[in-house]
């Protein structure tokens, strides 16, 4: 300690920290600031604020003096933990100690010397110097089960018509935990003795462990040059691409297995896309330079340059969009204006992915020329993108009064989608609202003709759930080409932090070229496209890889002729979603550790009905979610360990609906979006254990039921839907005539 007042570091058990001094006439107080302590230190953290762990800590100590003599000291140290985006998942830390002088005594008097540890040796030889900054120390688990043991005991959880249940979440956490202190031999052993029912959910769960031993094992145990075991590998992929604190290891990983060969070209596809996943979170963390980073960019951006076939520019394109790296935004620009339909749809999706400062003049000039059709004819869908871009990222007075100006110009289903984006804009504040309302304060723009443009296509933004801290909404919108058939519905869900974004959910549906079957004239710049449907999801941020519902007009009929409405599984699944743990050194001398994971099961589904002979359409995506959050904050020492346990536990469902009959122009649209009702519970278990034996234990329960709803929509839409599902009037007679 120091009698004056000043700011210095010191070096104590909690490590090489920055500390400050406030000296008073009979007391010295020293603030030790514990975010700045040097030490080795193991731990982890989910990268994603929104996801992530928000801990704070203090430490005070108080000397206080009389006559020159230290009588007193008093210390305090708090470490508190809150998950984000659910605050009641929180706890603290409350370390008091307390010295007081008793008595004194003449000590031992002072040798001379030139060198301290010189001295020491002179007193007892057997001294040897330690460090005086708390060390790591690995307590041994006494009793506990082996790896495979624990296995055997909640393989039963994992089972595939155990999925929807929290108890598979909860014992996949668990399993997770015990895989991180397991070694390569034993997680292969697992692996290789699995059953195929089980093995997709083990899978999960050892990529998530994320430690070199699992990514090993994993990396022995899957062949990628064989087409058996796709769902496998895939299942592997998809965990790499949620991983919550990915290293380089992984990404060389999955770079070697690219430059391989594949058994299925899909799987090779998936391994670039989540390359560009991984590229994204490890650049995040302040990883951009890394050896391992910068030859996957370049195998990214090199692959776009040089891509020959449209499936490896899609790919490369795709990687990108969840990379999102600065450097390919002057491809994306050359492939938004001059590629063919689908290239340039999925280049202006992947811009749309950018944050608002790469947006710039030269990228929003190009979109311009897109949405006013410029320099060459584009599809629908790459104009309403492209217009999305300029109105999301600080548009001009003049970019936004000749977007209002073209509505009347359009397509007729495009007319109505614009109007219904820029209504949307203003109904919901969306940022570029004041921008809009300031050009439609000119008659010229805002008119009875431009505002009344008739049709189904609609945009719309609301809220799911809204607090002071945070906010989840949802977005849906739909584009229908001029004869009444689904072109693209985009339904999407953000969950906020303060103004912290996550992209929680991402499904569109994009279908072209079905005009033929009900013999109608396709939109202009639309003629000659191929048919085709599919479903393209996000999910947390990352982009998966799309899957194809047909692929051509003989793939069409096919498939109209054999079909089923049973629904195409997009992405299934355990996700290790939220991630941090902590070790603490208080300065009492005793360990702590902070530990909060949080694990979903997840199913998304997606359909598409087509009947020529009712002359109707439906479109369906179902997402069911069980969600389990567990936090776990510990003091351990060798005579006593205390603890509090904090548990949340959820399922829920949504389900997207989009049915059209066309027998009739305008035709009858009708859009639902229906969540299931959802049961909440808590638990909370604090408790205190002697090495004697004794101790006490409280435990609290909350449960309650959130009654299941549908999300309100435009009010046009409700109307159609009364149309859509009228009763059909009864006979007034029961006879034959």
């Known amino acids: ?211 070199p031993d699992s990514l090993d094992a994993i990396l022995d145990f899957l062949d990628f040059k064989s087409d058996s075991s796709i769902i496998l590998q895939e299942r592997f992929l998809y965990a790499c691409g949620f991983a919550s604190h990915p290293d380089e290891e992984l990404l060389r990983a999955l770079i070697s297995k690219f430059k391989g060969s594949f058994g299925s070209s899909d799987i090779r596809e998936s391994v670039m896309i989540i390359i560009g996943a991984l590229v994204r979170k490890l650049c995040q963390n302040e990883g951009c330079k890394l050896k391992g980073v910068v030859e996957a960019k370049k195998l990214i951006l090199g692959g776009l340059e040089k891509a020959e076939k449209k499936e490896d520019l899609m790919m490369y394109l795709l990687a990108l969009k969840n990379a999102r790296l600065p450097e390919g935004i002057p491809l994306l620009l050359k492939y938004a204006e001059t590629g063919e339909g689908s290239v340039s749809h999925l280049a202006t999706t992947t811009l749309q992915r950018y944050d608002a400062p790469f947006i710039t003049d030269e990228v929003k000039k190009t979109m311009n020329r897109i949405y006013h059709q410029n320099r060459k004819v584009h599809e629908k869908t790459v104009r309403t993108t492209a217009a999305a871009i300029i109105l999301n990222n600080n548009p001009s007075y003049m970019e936004v009064k000749n977007i209002l100006l073209s509505i009347g110009e359009l397509p007729k289903e495009m007319n109505k989608y614009m109007l219904s984006i820029v209504q949307d ?82 499904v569109v549906i994009e ?79 005793l360990k702590a550790n902070m530990d909060v994971q949080g694990g979903l099961a997840i199913d998304i589904s997606g359909s598409m009905e087509f009947s020529l002979w009712y002359r109707e359409s439906k479109t369906r995506v179902k997402n069911r979610v069980t969600v389990v959050i567990t936090g776990d904050i510990t003091v351990d020492s060798s005579f006593v360990k205390a603890g509090l346990e904090i548990g949340v536990e959820t399922e829920g469902g949504l389900e997207f609906i989009s049915t059209v009959q066309f027998s009739q122009y305008p035709f009858l649209v009708c859009l639902q979006m229906d969540r299931d009702g959802v049961p909440y519970r808590q638990f909370e278990t604090k408790y205190e254990r002697l090495s004697t034996g004794r101790g006490y234990v409280s435990r609290k329960r909350k449960e309650s039921l959130v009654a299941g709803s549908e999300f309100p929509l435009h009010q046009e839409n409700s109307e159609m839907c009364k149309m859509v599902f009228s009763p059909q009037p009864e006979s007034s007679s029961s006879g034959w005539f």
Request: proline share 3%; glycine share 6%.
């Open 1 to 211: 300690m120091q009698l004056s007042s000043g700011t210095t570091s010191e070096v104590d058990i909690s490590g090489d920290c920055k500390v400050t001094y406030q000296a008073h006439q009979d007391k010295v107080i020293k603030i030790k600031a514990l975010d700045s302590c040097k030490a080795e230190r193991s731990g982890f953290t989910t990268l994603n604020p929104v996801l992530g762990v928000t801990s704070k800590a203090t430490s005070v100590t108080t000397y206080k003096i009389e006559d020159s003599f230290v009588v007193a000291v008093l210390a305090e140290e708090i470490h508190a933990l809150r998950l984000n985006f659910l605050q009641t998942i929180a706890g603290k830390i409350l370390s008091k100690q307390k010295l007081e002088l008793k008595t004194t005594e003449a000590g031992p008097r002072l040798l001379p010397g030139k060198q301290v540890a010189a001295i020491i040796k002179a007193i007892d030889s057997k001294y040897t110097a330690i460090p005086i900054v708390g060390q790591v120390f690995e307590s041994e688990c006494k009793g506990c089960p082996s790896l495979s043991e624990h296995w055997q005991s909640i393989r039963k959880h994992l089972q595939p018509d155990n999925l929807s249940k929290a108890e598979a979440v909860r014992s996949f956490l668990t399993f997770i935990k015990r895989l991180r202190t397991a070694k390569k031999e034993e997680i292969l052993q697992i692996l290789k003795a699995e059953n195929k029912e089980v093995l997709p959910q083990l899978v999960d769960a050892v990529t998530s462990a994320q430690t």
């Open 511 to 589: 279908a072209q070229g079905l005009e033929t079957l009900i013999a109608a004239t396709p939109d202009e710049g639309e003629e000659n496209l191929d048919s085709y449907a599919g479903l393209s999801a996000l999910l947390f941020d990352v982009q998966l890889r799309p899957v194809t519902f047909f692929n051509g007009y003989t793939d069409l009929m096919s498939k109209m002729l054999s079909a089923s409405s049973d629904p195409m599984s997009v992405v299934k699944g355990l996700i290790l979603l939220i991630d941090h743990s902590q070790e603490l050194q208080l300065q009492s001398g």
């Open 425 to 506: 804009i203003l109904r919901f504040e969306i940022p570029a609202s004041k921008m809009v309302r300031r050009v439609l304060k000119e008659m010229f723009a805002h008119n009875y003709d431009r505002f009344s443009k008739s049709g189904s296509s609609s945009a719309y933004t609301g809220y799911i759930e809204r607090s002071p801290h945070s906010a989840s909404t949802y977005s849906l919108d739909i584009l229908y080409s001029g004869s009444g058939i689904l072109r693209r519905s985009n339904l999407n869900i953000f969950q906020y932090v303060r103004k912290n974004p996550l992209h929680s959910i991402q």
